[in-house]
């Protein structure tokens, strides 16, 4: 079946659509023939509707907190899914030291409301043989690897933080659902997201917004830990093709073999600034070490051979251009990021547990 033909007439509904993987995700489902895309988000302060705004002829919104069972069935009753893209989750690592039981309530709480919800609405529907719930996840599930190996479908759970112990969570019961109730679920996991749109406490847009303000580039601990990057626009490609080509009840890690040190990720962007602001350069002068993360993993990376296998896909976003393109977007558009500033996020630093 063409990519078409099965997104033709389609009915979706999407969790976490303003937020920077959930608005490319409304992005991308925009340019295909689908009949109805539904938006769930809470908008909380890592939403924006900037975001969609371009697009926003192509969906409907319902502000929906997915703690809230009631508000999350009517959200089914009025999108009447045949798909379910879960994006919504509390990501930041910093701010789930900070406050856990926001991630417990989101990312758990919220994803076993959904799960439920949709298996009511599947078997009354007479289990259509065309649904999809698709679980969107984290490879920080999986814990931390040495200098060697990669993490792939079977390795071990092993989450670290409160976000990653969160998440894996959320995957369990995502998986239960299917296992237990027969639920056609597709489970993802995939590495550190980039590209424009992202919310400025995030790594990129944080240095880029500093080094524009000359700000110190605060680098945790001596820089060495690796991740492995992909840009948002080919994460959300490769999850539609999950939908299109994935088999239910399957687990999926899509990766870019893009691994990075967050030390050569901070000198990329100072390059890059160097280039557009050459009477300030050089920037790496602002590079200053800082106290290292509270349980900080040390890399990350995915042996992304099953998904590539059965899809075909392959990333189309190289980081090193990725980086150039979008450190030029958060210059160009810093209207954007410096509202975030003033309004909800002062690019202060979290997740530092009191001595």
């Known amino acids: 079946m063409s990519a078409e033909q099965y997104w033709k007439d389609k009915r979706i509904l999407v969790t976490g659509g303003a937020g920077f993987i959930g608005a490319e995700i409304v992005r991308q489902l925009s340019y295909l023939n689908v009949e109805k895309i539904v938006v769930l988000d ?63 309530q989101s990312n758990v709480v919220g994803t076993f409301n959904l799960l439920h919800t949709a298996l009511n609405f599947w078997r009354e529907k007479e289990k259509p043989s065309q649904f999809r719930f698709l679980h969107i996840s984290t490879d920080e599930v999986y814990g931390s690897l040495g200098e060697n190996g990669f993490f792939s479908e079977k390795s071990s759970y092993d989450p670290r933080s409160p976000y990653s112990a969160s998440k894996a969570a959320s995957d369990h019961l995502a998986k239960a659902w299917w296992h237990t109730y027969g639920l056609p679920t597709i489970t993802t996991n995939c590495g550190n997201n980039y590209g424009p749109w992202q919310f400025p406490e995030k790594l990129i847009p944080l240095m880029v917004a500093n080094a524009i303000d000359g700000k110190a580039l605060p680098l945790y601990g001596d820089g060495s830990q690796i991740r492995e990057w992909i840009h948002v626009a080919d994460h959300v490609e490769a999850l539609l093709l999950a939908l299109e080509k994935g088999d239910v009840g399957e687990t999926y890690l899509i990766g870019s073999g893009e691994e990075q040190t967050n030390r050569s990720v901070v000198a990329g962007i100072c390059d890059r600034m160097d280039q557009i602001y050459s009477d300030r350069a050089p920037f790496s002068g602002l590079i200053k070490s800082v106290e290292d993360r509270p349980g900080h993993d040390q890399r990350y990376a995915l042996d992304a051979s099953k998904f590539n296998a059965k899809t075909g896909w392959l990333p189309k976003v190289a980081f090193d251009q990725g980086l150039v393109d979008t450190v030029d977007w958060y210059v160009e558009n810093q209207f954007w990021w410096r509202r975030i500033q003033t309004e909800t996020y002062s690019q202060e630093r979290l997740g530092i547990i009191q001595k």
């Open 42 to 104: 809470k908008l909380t302060y890592a939403a924006d509707l900037c975001r969609l705004e371009s697009f926003q002829d192509c969906f409907s919104l319902k502000k929906v907190a997915l703690e809230n069972s009631e508000a999350v069935k009517d959200a089914y009753n009025e999108a009447q899914p045949d798909i379910v893209i879960h994006a919504a989750a509390e990501s930041h690592v910093d701010r789930s030291i900070d406050g856990p039981g926001d991630f417990v």
